[in-house]
């Protein structure tokens, strides 16, 4: 049975009603009594009823309140400017009131940072929060965040200690580096380094290598904005070494490479190599630096995947500073890692902008624990990253099949296996077009846009992509605990249909 509405007719508002039918114009009404709040129930009254009971289930009564006291201010706003020549006096009706204020709240709920299905077949998806972390890396994370911890404190002598002195050691090890630093992220890397290295001097650069990495990060703004002069060598698809030998002069301060992570340059190539450019710079004592852009720590390759540097192989070629990210192929929080000699490394912590771009404990423990994960080879099984980017045809299949099973028995669902290509993304591995098995799905009269915005606006929100008009998942980046998750909102999805 339905609640009596709450009625917001008043006397007051009906005389003026009367009074403006007999005046025929409405410029002359006292319209005081329709702007009166009275006109509509009090907040408090509408928090009684059962409508915003049920709503107070899912949404703490803060966010209920807040979001009809809003709702009751718009549809104010909209009777002071409108006409009100209907000649019916406005009854208040709650229905369509707390339907306005459920979409509110809805969407309110969908801006908040959450949980997300990846079913983009994307690993290291950026705008997803590329790696999802180790549960290893989880459990640091937790233990330190929750409590008190050493993160400044030598234990040995109760003195005040170096911030991540294990997490330096561990990519010593990992990488063959001098000395090791970590920072925000690859971002803040490049940008201490060179602030660290090349103010008032010349940075040395490829055109091949002129890049924007995404967010309108360009290494060549980056350059500029650290008060140095970005000297170009070479052209788009063709530098020599020598291109930077004849560059440099007196004020050069840095030879930059800056590994090409998110495009490809094909036909008639020529780049430097590291261990060249590491050469010259030797010779003429001027620091090379490497912007790896993912940083691998171990070679995919006798996986099958194509050829990723790993920072270690960076290291061995003989630069003096590296500087990679921490959640791309390597499966980590977010942060920047500088890795090098002993003295520029040193150098770039005691400069004074390290200390607004280091990382917190948060990150320093999930990356210690992730590194730890390398360092006792188990990476592989389980970094989360690595792990998709590893499945087998079979594995894939199998989860392909499942899902496909899971939705089949949901009318008008059809849903189709297929064979498809995935990427690895975040500027990592950008020429690795990985075999996948995707789902195709349509849920007629659902288009496949609106399929997908329906599917955005579950919980948790499955997102996948548009392939040949169709939508897709790709099972590359669902887990298997997820398949259920989606059959969940398709569930959802089709019975919303059903009731119109
Ligand atoms: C991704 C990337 C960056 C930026 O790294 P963030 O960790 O996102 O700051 C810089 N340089 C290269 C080559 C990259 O691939």
Redesign the pocket.
């Known amino acids: 049975m339905q609640k009596p509405s709450l009625d917001c007719r008043s006397s007051a508002a009906q005389a003026a009603k009367i009074w403006h039918d007999k005046a025929g114009y409405y410029n002359r009404v006292d319209t005081r009594a329709f702007r009166h709040p009275s006109r509509f129930p009090a907040v408090h009254a509408l928090l009684e009823t059962s409508p915003a009971h049920a709503l107070t289930q899912t949404f703490s009564r803060v966010q209920v309140r807040d979001t009809v006291r809003a709702e009751l201010e718009r549809l104010r706003s909209e009777q002071r400017g409108g006409p009100e020549s209907d000649g019916q006096p406005c009854a208040f009706d709650e229905h369509g009131f707390f339907e306005a204020v459920r979409r509110a709240l809805d969407t309110q709920h969908r801006a908040r940072l959450q949980r997300a299905v990846n079913a983009t077949g994307i690993v290291i998806h950026?705008n997803m929060g590329r790696a999802p972390l180790a549960s290893a890396a989880l459990e640091a994370v937790r233990d330190v965040a929750q409590s008190y911890s050493n993160l400044e404190l030598d234990l040995e002598t109760g003195k005040r200690g170096g911030r991540g002195g294990q997490t330096e050691a561990l990519l010593r090890r990992l990488t063959g580096a001098e000395a090791a630093l970590v920072v925000n992220?690859?971002?803040?890397a490049?940008l201490l380094a060179l602030s660290a290295f090349a103010r008032d001097g010349e940075v040395i650069l490829s055109r091949g290598e002129m890049?924007e990495?995404?967010g309108a990060?360009r290494i060549p703004d980056v350059i500029t904005q650290n008060g140095a002069r970005l000297v170009e060598v070479g052209t788009t698809n063709k530098t020599r070494l020598s291109d930077y030998a004849q560059a440099i002069t007196p004020q050069t301060k840095l030879l930059l490479k800056?590994?090409a992570?998110?495009f490809q340059i094909v036909g008639f190539t020529q780049s430097v190599a590291l261990a060249d450019l590491a050469r010259l710079g030797r010779e003429r004592g001027v620091l090379v630096m490497e912007?790896?852009?993912?940083g691998a720590l171990v070679d995919l390759s006798p996986y099958g995947l194509p050829p990723e540097p790993t920072a270690g192989m960076s290291m061995r070629s003989g630069a003096d500073i590296v500087a990679c990210?921490g959640?791309?192929l390597l499966g980590g929080p977010?942060c920047?890692l500088l890795l090098g000699k002993k003295e520029q490394i040193a150098q770039m912590a005691d400069h004074p902008l390290f200390r607004a771009l280091r990382a917190d404990k948060m990150t320093l423990a999930a990356l210690e624990a992730t590194l730890r994960l390398y360092d006792s080879e188990e990476a592989v099984r389980e970094i989360p990253t690595l792990r998709m980017l590893l499945q087998t045809p079979d594995a894939l299949a199998r989860r392909a099949r499942r899902l496909r099973l899971a939705l089949a028995k949901l009318p008008p669902v059809t849903a189709q296996v297929r064979d498809g290509v995935g990427y690895s993304g975040?500027?990592t591995l950008p020429e690795a077009a990985l075999p996948s098995k995707l789902v195709a799905v349509s849920c007629p009269p659902l288009t496949a846009d609106s399929l997908a915005q329906a599917l955005r606006r579950c919980r948790p929100p499955i997102i996948g992509r548009r392939e040949d008009g169709q939508f897709v998942m790709d099972v590359r980046t669902l887990r298997d605990d997820e398949v259920p998750l989606v059959a969940g909102a398709f569930r959802r999805i089709t019975a919303g249909l059903e009731h119109g």
Do not use: E, P, Y
């Open positions: 950026t992220n690859n971002a803040a490049v890049v990495i995404g990060f800056v590994h992570s998110n912007d790896l852009g993912s990210s959640d791309k977010q920047g975040g500027g």
